[in-house]
């Protein structure tokens, strides 16, 4: 059996595994049922494409949408790997052919859909019983699950797979589950005891921007020419409206094509050909475009519409910045897209699903409705702790005044226990405000706190409510018609012993934040992709496919003079030095000798690795820019307009990437003091060391202590 690390390297270009993947990759390996969890962009193809090649065998992958077939393949065989799909879209002869490699051990990965796997009375099953089958693995497994966001009927079928072929391994694998949806893949598959693996679902290079749907198109037009050499995805509710708005797209100079399940085939095939091909930038589409859509260089996402849960939100964001680059999650909202979209996500005569998809449904309308972390709301609703600011979403990035909302959320809390902790947030609201509806009761109107809050807007006491229900303070009920009920920590805001402060309500229209990072060797990046171009379209593939964008910044970084320093590039295993090395060095050479430049190769440098997590966007770097000037926190948030906090977030940040050093911000004094109260507390969490400290400590500085702490030099130059 060959060695994993040899395979990546060696057919795929990468020296180390991202976290997790080894140990996924040797459950495989030691016939394990495995189930991952990992985010989109995260490496999961190679949790199964690895193994696969490792064993003797074809691997059987179950995928949901040709286009995704016909992609992964396509990126496989310009690796050298031996990879077919099976589709509706093949004559019979090519189909043969197919199997005839299968029968002679040639074809390392089959790539089909459920039901060809278990169709025809289960044939194809009956023919691969006799053949070595290394492992079966089951790509968008969420699909499987009537609580998951994508449901897909045909892949109930796949209960039968552990049944007919029990001694072959099953990975499951999916980037959007909750817990209730895991539980389901499992159960749904039939797997009696699979090893489980959750690598996180932190996105760091995505950036989560929420606007308000007043005057979108004309927000829109902005955010797309700070893009418009970017491509993108921008998805809308209903079919007419991806047609309507990519004509007037088009009327406004920009190439877009529509995308959704009512168009002819052929103009959907043809739509998508055209984007991932870079010929289109833009894809204004229904969530019917885009499940494993593999195109990695999409720079943004935009949700015309609230999307109807978490799960969905999350998976569409993620077809953004696959390669770890900078990107950009955009959605416009209105809190009355939540009643209208109500009824859509209902299920006819089930009552229980109903309630489960409206309180979905809910979620998503709270992380419109933020002015708090929206990474850390979106990390926390897939059970991952997260700190109280990212740095790179668009509340974290701005000024938002805090007030002291003591007295304020008692009148709120106070409503919700006068009222018996038996309405939902509307009534509670008129409540608040005196409402004369007639739906109002006669008895609640002599209540004495009935009219308090006459003062505030709706929409001001909705934000305010929604503050609490994120801060727990005030608890909501589960359900389709769920009610504001009372907490723990809401006794002790009644009874006075604990102060709340909150974010002012605001309706601010905000300019969009510019994190395109400066370019190095623009000339030859250019030159670079138009050389790409030229292969990509003699190989009939999208440009990714012959080397990402993170391949391509590296190529324009260190500027490699020669195959053996073209094979330390990420992404570039054997085969491809081989196949696309000497046009790409020959331009490089040519730019180096027009502008004297060199390589920039280190001797003993190992390939870069591509994470999302090792970007650093132009924000952090724009605070580390203004602390070389000698201007301290409160100077940079100043200047900045952000809150102290996030600029304590960026130097966290910077500390843990090996910008600055702890000591570079802190006092000696105040480094010791944390260093043993995070000794004395170790591994329990920020908050006992926070408690232990007191207020003249913040958290921002103690996460700068830890990640010192944490910080290790890398061995790699980047």
Same mark, same amino acid.
């Given at each position: 059996?060959?060695?994993?690390?040899?395979?990546?390297?060696?057919?795929?270009?990468?020296?180390?595994?991202?976290?997790?993947?080894?140990?996924?990759?040797?459950?495989?390996?030691?016939?394990?049922?495995?189930?991952?969890?990992?985010?989109?962009?995260?490496?999961?193809?190679?949790?199964?494409?690895?193994?696969?090649?490792?064993?003797?065998?074809?691997?059987?992958?179950?995928?949901?949408?040709?286009?995704?077939?016909?992609?992964?393949?396509?990126?496989?065989?310009?690796?050298?790997?031996?990879?077919?799909?099976?589709?509706?879209?093949?004559?019979?002869?090519?189909?043969?052919?197919? %199997?005839? @490699?299968?029968?002679?051990?040639?074809?390392?990965? %089959?790539?089909?859909?459920?039901?060809?796997? @278990?169709?025809?009375?289960?044939?194809?099953?009956?023919?691969?019983?006799?053949?070595?089958?290394?492992?079966?693995?089951?790509?968008?497994?969420?699909?499987?699950?009537?609580?998951?966001?994508?449901?897909?009927?045909?892949?109930?079928?796949?209960?039968?797979?552990?049944?007919?072929? &029990?001694?072959?391994?099953?990975?499951?694998?999916?980037?959007? +589950?909750?817990?209730?949806?895991?539980?389901?893949?499992?159960?749904?598959?039939?797997?009696?005891?699979?090893?489980? #693996?959750?690598?996180?679902?932190?996105?760091?290079?995505?950036?989560?921007?929420?606007?308000? /749907?007043?005057?979108?198109? +004309?927000?829109?037009?902005? #955010?797309?020419?700070?893009?418009?050499?970017?491509?993108?995805?921008?998805?809308?509710?209903?079919?007419? =409206?991806?047609?309507? !708005?990519?004509?007037?797209?088009?009327?406004?100079?920009?190439?877009?094509?529509?995308?959704?399940?009512?168009?002819?085939?052929?103009?959907?095939?043809?739509?998508?050909?055209?984007? !991932?091909?870079?010929?289109?930038?833009?894809?204004?589409?229904?969530?019917?475009?885009?499940?494993?859509?593999?195109?990695?260089?999409?720079?943004?996402?935009?949700?015309?519409?609230?999307?109807?849960?978490?799960?969905?939100?999350?998976?569409?964001?993620?077809?953004?910045?696959?390669?770890?680059?900078?990107?950009?999650?955009?959605?416009?909202?209105?809190?009355? =897209?939540?009643?209208?979209?109500?009824?859509?996500?209902?299920?006819?005569?089930?009552?229980?699903?109903?309630?489960?998809?409206?309180?979905? @449904?809910?979620?998503?309308?709270?992380?419109?409705?933020?002015?708090?972390?929206?990474?850390?709301?979106?990390?926390?609703?897939?059970?991952?702790?997260?700190? &109280?600011?990212? $740095?790179?979403?668009?509340?974290?990035?701005?000024?938002?005044?805090?007030? =002291? +909302?003591?007295?304020?959320?008692? /009148?709120?809390?106070?409503?919700?226990?006068?009222?018996?902790?038996? #309405?939902?947030?509307?009534?509670?609201?008129?409540?608040?405000?005196?409402?004369?509806?007639?739906?109002?009761?006669?008895?609640?109107?002599?209540?004495?706190?009935?009219?308090?809050?006459?003062?505030?807007?709706?929409?001001?006491?909705?934000?305010?409510?929604?503050?609490?229900?994120?801060?727990?303070?005030? $608890?909501?009920?589960?359900?389709?018609?769920?009610?504001?009920?009372?907490?723990?920590?809401?006794?002790?805001?009644?009874?006075?012993?604990?102060?709340?402060?909150?974010?002012? +309500?605001?309706?601010?229209?905000?300019?969009?934040?510019?994190?395109?990072?400066?370019?190095?060797?623009?000339?030859?990046?250019?030159? !670079?992709?138009?050389?790409?171009?030229?292969?990509?379209?003699?190989?009939?593939?999208?440009?990714?496919?012959?080397?990402?964008?993170?391949?391509?910044?590296?190529?324009?970084?260190?500027?490699?003079?020669?195959?053996?320093?073209?094979?330390?590039?990420?992404?570039?295993?054997?085969?491809?030095?081989?196949?696309?090395?000497?046009?790409?060095?020959?331009?490089?050479?040519?730019?180096?000798?027009?502008?004297?430049?060199?390589?920039?190769?280190?001797?003993?440098?190992?390939?870069?690795?591509?994470?999302?997590?090792?970007?650093?966007?132009?924000?952090?770097?724009?605070?580390?820019?203004?602390?070389?000037?000698?201007?301290?926190?409160?100077?940079?948030?100043?200047?900045?307009?952000?809150?102290?906090?996030?600029?304590?977030?960026?130097?966290?940040?910077?500390?843990?990437?090996?910008?600055?050093?702890?000591?570079?911000?802190?006092?000696?004094?105040?480094?010791?003091?944390?260093?043993?109260?995070?000794?004395?507390?170790?591994?329990?969490?920020?908050?006992?060391?926070?408690?232990?400290?007191?207020?003249?400590?913040?958290?921002?500085?103690?996460?700068?202590? %830890? &990640?010192?702490?944490?910080?290790?030099?890398?061995?790699?130059?980047?």
């Amino acid at each position: 059996m060959k060695k994993p690390l040899e395979i990546l390297s060696k057919t795929f270009g990468y020296n180390t595994f991202r976290p997790h993947q080894e140990e996924i990759i040797n459950s495989v390996l030691d016939n394990n049922d495995t189930v991952v969890l990992m985010p989109t962009g995260g490496g999961k193809s190679l949790c199964y494409q690895v193994p696969a090649l490792a064993k003797e065998g074809t691997a059987i992958v179950i995928s949901p949408l040709i286009a995704l077939m016909k992609d992964q393949v396509d990126a496989l065989r310009l690796h050298g790997v031996a990879a077919a799909y099976l589709n509706s879209t093949q004559t019979q002869e090519e189909q043969n052919q197919i %199997l005839s @490699l299968m029968r002679t051990g040639e074809l390392k990965l %089959l790539y089909l859909a459920p039901e060809r796997l @278990l169709g025809r009375e289960e044939q194809f099953i009956t023919f691969i019983q006799n053949l070595t089958i290394s492992l079966i693995a089951v790509d968008e497994a969420h699909c499987i699950s009537s609580w998951g966001h994508d449901f897909r009927p045909e892949y109930l079928l796949l209960a039968k797979i552990k049944k007919s072929m &029990a001694r072959v391994p099953i990975i499951a694998l999916t980037a959007t +589950a909750d817990d209730l949806t895991r539980k389901d893949i499992i159960a749904k598959l039939e797997l009696p005891n699979p090893n489980v #693996f959750v690598t996180g679902f932190n996105r760091p290079n995505i950036q989560y921007l929420v606007r308000p /749907k007043s005057n979108s198109y +004309a927000q829109l037009i902005e #955010f797309l020419e700070k893009n418009k050499d970017e491509c993108g995805i921008i998805y809308t509710l209903r079919r007419k =409206d991806t047609e309507e !708005l990519a004509e007037r797209l088009m009327g406004d100079g920009l190439i877009a094509k529509p995308y959704h399940a009512g168009l002819d085939r052929s103009i959907r095939n043809q739509h998508q050909e055209e984007f !991932l091909k870079d010929e289109v930038k833009i894809i204004v589409a229904t969530i019917a475009f885009g499940m494993g859509i593999d195109k990695s260089n999409v720079r943004y996402v935009v949700h015309m519409d609230l999307p109807k849960n978490i799960e969905g939100y999350y998976q569409e964001t993620g077809r953004a910045g696959r390669d770890g680059l900078p990107s950009t999650a955009l959605m416009f909202y209105s809190y009355s =897209d939540f009643f209208s979209m109500q009824k859509l996500v209902e299920v006819d005569d089930n009552p229980e699903q109903s309630a489960v998809m409206v309180d979905k @449904l809910r979620q998503m309308a709270n992380f419109g409705s933020l002015k708090s972390c929206r990474r850390r709301f979106l990390l926390e609703y897939f059970g991952e702790k997260a700190e &109280a600011h990212c $740095g790179n979403c668009d509340n974290c990035l701005s000024s938002f005044e805090e007030i =002291d +909302a003591t007295e304020l959320s008692q /009148k709120v809390l106070s409503a919700v226990s006068r009222l018996d902790q038996r #309405f939902g947030v509307n009534y509670v609201i008129d409540f608040l405000k005196g409402s004369k509806s007639v739906k109002m009761r006669e008895e609640h109107k002599q209540l004495k706190t009935f009219g308090v809050g006459a003062d505030l807007s709706k929409d001001e006491w909705r934000h305010y409510i929604n503050e609490l229900v994120h801060l727990d303070y005030l $608890g909501r009920s589960k359900g389709q018609y769920p009610v504001l009920q009372l907490t723990d920590k809401s006794v002790e805001v009644l009874q006075g012993l604990t102060r709340v402060n909150l974010p002012k +309500a605001v309706d601010e229209n905000m300019t969009f934040i510019d994190q395109q990072p400066a370019e190095i060797h623009q000339e030859l990046i250019k030159n !670079l992709k138009d050389v790409r171009r030229q292969m990509a379209d003699s190989e009939a593939v999208p440009a990714f496919v012959v080397f990402s964008d993170v391949s391509l910044r590296e190529l324009a970084t260190f500027l490699p003079q020669s195959s053996e320093e073209l094979s330390r590039i990420s992404g570039f295993g054997e085969i491809k030095v081989q196949r696309y090395g000497e046009p790409i060095l020959q331009e490089i050479k040519s730019y180096c000798s027009k502008h004297q430049l060199s390589s920039n190769v280190p001797a003993a440098k190992p390939k870069p690795r591509k994470t999302s997590a090792t970007t650093l966007g132009d924000t952090y770097l724009k605070t580390f820019e203004f602390f070389q000037e000698g201007k301290d926190i409160n100077a940079i948030a100043k200047v900045r307009s952000l809150a102290p906090g996030t600029i304590e977030s960026h130097f966290d940040m910077l500390i843990r990437h090996g910008k600055l050093k702890a000591q570079d911000i802190l006092d000696h004094e105040t480094i010791t003091i944390i260093q043993q109260a995070i000794e004395k507390n170790a591994g329990v969490g920020l908050k006992p060391i926070k408690e232990e400290l007191g207020d003249a400590f913040s958290y921002g500085e103690i996460r700068m202590v %830890l &990640a010192e702490m944490s910080y290790t030099k890398p061995q790699s130059i980047i």
